[in-house]
Structure formats: C-alpha cells, structure tokens
C-alpha cells in the first residue's frame, strides 16, 4: 500500500520551453505531497510543500513562478518547470504522507531525470 | 532547527562484510527517525524506521537503534551483499506521530559492495 506514481521518468526539452511532471497517490488519498530536488550525488533539497486544495508552500530560494505546483485532487500533484533552462536539469523526486498502522509514513515517486538542452 | 549528520562516504566494503553508517541528529521536540536507500536511477524506498527512544528499527537484515542519549540512529548490518550497493539517507520528521509537515535528510552515503 502507500504507492505514488511519478511520470515521466525522463524527459528531455529545449531551453525556454515547460515541462510537466505528475505524481499520483494510487491507492490512498494525499493530502499532502513534497517536492524534492536531488542534484548528482547530493541531498534531497525540500523545494516546496503541496496541500490539496490550497497553494504550496515555497522553501526559501525557490522560485514559486518557475516552478508551479498544483495539487487540484487528492490523488495527483503536479509541478510544473516553466520557460525551463539548462541549470534547471536535474532529478526531481515527489514524496507522498500517508496515515499508515504505525503512525504517518511517507512514500516516494521514482523521481523524473529532466534534462534541458 | 532540525539537522540531520551523516557520515561521508562513498563505503567501499568487500561482500560479508560489516556495514556501519553513521548518522546523528538535533532535533526540536521528539523526532522519528528514519533510514531511506535508494538505488541508481530511482527514488527512494523506506528501509526502516523507529518512533521513540531506544525503540530498534529493522528490515532485511538492516538495523538501527534510536538512541535518545547520543542523538544518533546509526545504520548496521552483519553481513552485506553486492545488492546492497545503493545510497543510504538518514532523516527524521517532528510532531506527536512523526507526521511533521517535512522530512529532513542527511547527505546520503553511498555503499559499494565489491565480491
């Protein structure tokens, strides 16, 4: 249980242009998702925090115009990199909070390889 | 604020062998702590976890002890295979049931396992 899908894997686009990535709760309702940032042999950066029904909560340092996120149902998040540029490549990773039988948990997305050229 | 410290990698260890990785925290209120692998190319999988203090997280022969008085969740295991080869991620949530709003991670140390 507690399964999040996260597509595309890999995405490839031209500089300036968007690129959506989803992330689905499959069999539980999320409240709450993450979205992390992971550059090459790196942490996990926390980039924003997404509530359904209600806008994200940006961390400090990340542009909340670049990168939109739209958590519309409880089942699918969205983040969306706008007028993307080389330096936005990286490994985007989704995380999911579930109320499980030990206590809330959290499941993760097996994250997107963007590469903007 | 809460942190998470791990031991810089990358671990090179030959199959069988011992694995020890370091991991401490500072943390307000009481945290739950956390162990997170992941393998090349994917996101990341729980491995195990503990809630409270002195409680022993455990799973595929992989174990951690949280320890409220040195501040640490180190990660062991007795015997480790070349499968085990992956980037390991230390961390802990805050609030009543660990659900805090956010997970903080340590840096992540890779483990190579070679035959």
């Known amino acids: 249980g507690a399964v999040v899908s996260q597509h595309p894997s890999r995405v490839i686009c031209k500089s300036g242009t968007s690129v959506k990535i989803e992330c689905r709760s499959l069999d539980f309702q999320a409240t709450t998702m993450f979205w992390y940032r992971q550059f090459p042999k790196k942490s996990l950066m926390l980039m924003a925090t997404s509530n359904e029904g209600s806008k994200a909560t940006y961390e400090q340092g990340v542009e909340k115009d670049k990168f939109l996120i739209n958590h519309a149902s409880l089942t699918l998040s969205t983040l969306t990199v706008t007028s993307a540029h080389p330096e936005d490549s990286s490994f985007y990773i989704c995380s999911a909070r579930f109320l499980g039988t030990g206590g809330y948990g959290y499941t993760f997305g097996s994250g997107t390889r963007l590469t903007v050229v | ?115």
């Open chain 2, 1 to 115: 604020g809460n942190s998470v410290t791990q031991m810089e990698g990358p671990v090179t260890l030959s199959e069988e062998a011992f694995l020890t990785i370091n991991c401490t925290y500072t943390a307000t209120g009481y945290p739950s702590l956390f162990w997170y692998v992941q393998y090349p190319g994917e996101g990341l999988q729980l491995l195990l976890k503990a809630t409270k203090a002195d409680d022993k997280g455990s799973n595929k022969g992989f174990e951690a002890t949280y320890r409220k008085e040195t501040t640490s969740f180190h990660l062991e295991k007795g015997s480790v295979q070349v499968s085990d080869s992956a980037v390991y991620f230390c961390a802990l949530s805050t609030g009543p049931t660990g659900g805090g709003n956010k997970l903080t991670f340590g840096t992540g140390t890779q483990l190579k396992v070679e035959l």
